[in-house]
């Protein structure tokens, strides 16, 4: 009886502690739900075309931009003046004295249709039903609004260009710095890994009298060098990384960006290329060219817009049909003039400003040019390089595939044909590295 109440015993423990984890992994669980929620809420950007519309997407100065256009458009009239149509209600209320009797509230409302600048429409009817109808033509008033609309709307299309630009060009700039030293800091680990398993051999064949001191130092030296150049690129990668998700506007836990392989990056290099025709470029359409123009011809409409002298001249002719359909047609000029109305020194002070902003477009075109010559010189720099960097490829896989050929026949060790691959890799990121100099010079010519 008693062996029995302790086999009992026994698994009534071993029930109970199996019990236990189960109910201590309820926050477990939950916690790796939350986990697999906030992983399925993670973005990744695989290309660089993903990266591009994230950042336009996200970035708030591009998407004011864009608005800025929207307003500019609707800001643009047509000839007619047919949306400034007006009405208006006046009733007159007066005072009544105690002892008068009462009068009869006198009213009218009316209705004014600009057609144009110069010429508008009325027409009104008061209590009596009294109609009143006419046109009102001022020849002298004119008005630059229209072309200084105009003239802001390609101002602020141009600048949108220009934003759209810079976010493409920052975005795909810090994505492709921060994936340069991402291969590279990958492929130092390897190197790491294996200087110190060399460091360590060459510790073990020195015991064994294989090796000597010098050996052992030159191994430490070495793996104590590779351990430094990690730390570097680490800094480095870490700062590119922060100004990529700054760039894009994105939380690191909320958005992941895939590294290009080095054909994916080859391919993007080449499709860009054939997309820019450089004999076609002209330093005369980058953005601050065409802004300086649009000034010089803004202040050039001003001054045509201001008359050296400027009267008022005003024609009415009115239609008046009564309640009892008498007709009264009247007709109405009038000149009025002051001092103010001579534009004298306003016509000579926008002469001088056109003359310094055509002065300053100038300026900015011969700047311009010789920024674009310069960018071609790095462009032709980069893709020499690229080619350079084909070739120590190219030479880096033989040596990589007689490598692993000698280690399949046993005459050379696991170590050296490691050596082999990472200084195939290493060849493979001074390729990517030129892939990314030769991309950052096209993108800054798709300015021109």
């Known amino acids: 009886m008693t062996k029995k109440r302790t086999i009992l015993g026994v698994l009534l423990a071993i029930f109970i502690c199996a019990g236990l984890p189960a109910q201590g992994t309820a926050p477990q669980q939950t916690q790796a739900q939350t986990t697999e929620r906030t992983q399925a809420t993670v973005r990744e950007l695989s290309s660089l075309d993903e990266i591009v519309a994230y950042a336009r997407t996200h970035n708030l100065p591009y998407r004011q931009d864009l608005w800025e256009v929207d307003k500019a458009r609707n800001d643009i009239e047509g000839l007619l003046s047919l949306d400034r149509t007006s009405f208006s209600f006046t009733q007159d209320l007066p005072i009544v004295e105690a002892s008068s009797t009462d009068e009869e509230l006198k009213y009218s409302t009316g209705v004014t249709i600009p057609v144009i600048d110069q010429i508008s429409l009325f027409s009104s009817i008061n209590q009596d039903s009294d109609i009143i109808s006419g046109l009102n033509f001022s020849p002298l008033v004119h008005d630059d609004a229209n072309e200084q609309n105009i003239i802001a709307y390609e101002k602020a299309v141009i600048e949108a260009e220009q934003s759209a630009l810079d976010v493409r060009k920052n975005a795909l700039t810090t994505a492709l710095t921060w994936m340069d030293y991402s291969r590279q800091l990958q492929t130092q680990e390897l190197l790491v890994s294996l200087k110190e398993t060399v460091y360590e051999d060459e510790k073990?064949?020195?015991?064994?009298?294989?090796?000597?001191?010098?050996?052992?130092?030159?191994?430490?030296?070495?793996?104590?060098?590779?351990?430094?150049?990690?730390?570097?690129?680490?800094?480095?990668?870490?700062?590119?990384?922060?100004?990529?998700?700054?760039?894009?506007?994105?939380?690191?836990?909320?958005?992941?960006?895939?590294?290009?392989?080095?054909?994916?990056?080859?391919?993007?290099?080449?499709?860009?290329?054939?997309?820019?025709?450089?004999?076609?470029?002209?330093?005369?359409?980058?953005?601050?060219?065409?802004?300086?123009?649009?000034?010089?011809?803004?202040?050039?409409?001003?001054?045509?817009?201001?008359?050296?002298?400027?009267?008022v001249l005003n024609a009415g002719l009115s239609v008046m049909q009564s309640a009892d359909?008498?007709?009264?047609?009247?007709?109405?000029?009038?000149?009025?003039?002051?001092?103010?109305?001579?534009?004298?020194?306003?016509?000579?002070?926008?002469?001088?400003?056109?003359g310094l902003a055509r002065e300053q477009h100038q300026q900015t075109l011969e700047q311009s040019t010789l920024e674009y010559e310069e960018q071609l010189l790095t462009l032709e720099a980069s893709q020499a390089t690229r080619e350079i960097r084909n070739i120590e490829l190219e030479q880096m896989e033989l040596l990589k595939e007689e490598a692993e050929f000698l280690f399949d026949q046993g005459d050379m060790s696991e170590l050296e044909l490691d050596d082999a691959r990472i200084t195939y890799e290493q060849a493979e990121n001074s390729l990517f590295s030129a892939l990314v100099e030769e991309y950052t010079a096209l993108l800054k010519l798709l300015y021109y």
């Open 204 to 311: 073990v064949r020195y015991e064994l009298g294989e090796a000597s001191l010098d050996d052992v130092k030159e191994a430490l030296l070495e793996w104590s060098e590779a351990q430094g150049d990690r730390t570097f690129l680490a800094q480095k990668e870490r700062t590119a990384r922060t100004d990529l998700y700054s760039t894009l506007q994105a939380d690191t836990s909320a958005l992941t960006v895939s590294v290009l392989s080095l054909a994916a990056l080859r391919q993007a290099v080449d499709e860009l290329g054939s997309d820019i025709d450089i004999t076609q470029a002209e330093p005369d359409t980058t953005a601050q060219v065409l802004l300086a123009e649009l000034y010089a011809r803004s202040l050039e409409e001003e001054r045509k817009n201001t008359w050296l002298f400027e009267p």
């Open 325 to 354: 359909q008498d007709l009264q047609v009247g007709a109405t000029v009038s000149v009025s003039f002051g001092l103010e109305d001579f534009n004298l020194e306003e016509r000579d002070e926008l002469a001088i400003d056109i």
